[in-house]
């Protein structure tokens, strides 16, 4: 997958488009279609903001252990998973 694929999501445009979803399927005026399209939606964002959140907090281990890295070189490596 290119590097722009695996992109890290902006948390905050992330959550809120998040919130968005949820108070539209909170509101219950959609048909049902529309509302499996919005909630899978919003399984994807909370998956990819998940996965950036652990991404930031090994980052921060690094960090608070001393044990700096070229993190291009180590993001590059998980890429390669």
Do not use: H, W, Y
């Not at 959609?30 to 499996?36: N, T």
Request: a negative charge; proline letters at 2%.
């Amino acid at each position: 997958m290119s590097k722009a694929g695996k992109r890290q999501p902006d948390l905050e445009k992330s959550l809120a488009e998040l919130e968005k979803i949820v108070a539209t399927l909170e509101e219950g005026d959609i048909p049902l279609e529309q509302a499996l399209k919005q909630f899978e939606k919003g399984i994807k964002i909370s998956r990819d903001c998940q996965t950036a959140l652990q991404s930031a907090e090994q980052r921060v281990q690094v960090l608070m252990n001393g044990d700096l890295e070229d993190f291009d070189a180590l993001e590059a490596s998980e890429e390669d998973d």
